[in-house]
């Protein structure tokens, strides 16, 4: 099947993901619109691809470590306790230049509000960071919220 009029949308978020500094990339927009199939087509086999759910920030954070296992053996073989040891273990351990979507990322932060915050300690430093990071969301109010944190 083909991936129609989104060459735009894709050359963007492709031209983004080939910058040498390491990139947070924020996809919102209505339900049903095909964000999540634009990130699937820039994702590579070593990537890190997260649907997140309306479970809590215990159960999210074993969804994630589970989706990184297959990049990183053995990776969801640790409890995290917190978002922050998550994701800092995370960025110490992947490759360089590794894709990691969070889809759906206002589920992730209804259920830890501190989410937002970690990511931007994280991001504030790029060139510690070893992972572009996209953020995929359909509530327009949550993510433009987010973003705000991030400018």
Same mark, same amino acid.
């Given at each position: 099947?083909?991936? +129609? ?6 050359? &963007? %978020?492709?031209?983004?993901?080939? /910058? ?5 990339? @924020? ?50 073989? +640790? ?6 040891? &998550? %994701?800092?273990?995370?960025?110490? /351990? ?5 894709? @990691? ?51």
């Amino acid at each position: 099947m083909d991936f +129609v009029n989104r060459s735009v949308e894709l050359d &963007l %978020l492709r031209s983004a993901l080939k /910058r040498e500094n390491r990139q947070l990339v @924020i996809v919102m927009g209505r339900r049903r619109i095909g964000k999540s199939r634009l990130i699937r087509e820039v994702l590579r086999s070593d990537d890190i691809y997260m649907l997140a759910d309306q479970s809590d920030a215990t159960i999210q954070r074993s969804y994630l470590a589970s989706a990184v296992a297959p990049v990183i053996p053995g990776f969801n073989e +640790v409890v995290y306790p917190t978002w922050d040891s &998550l %994701l800092s273990q995370l960025n110490r /351990r992947c490759k360089k230049g590794t894709l @990691i979507c969070l889809d759906e990322f206002p589920y992730l932060v209804k259920s830890a509000p501190e989410l937002p915050s970690i990511i931007q300690r994280l991001t504030d430093n790029r060139e510690e960071l070893n992972f572009h990071l996209i953020l995929c969301g359909s509530s327009q109010q949550m993510m433009s919220k987010s973003a705000g944190c991030f400018a």
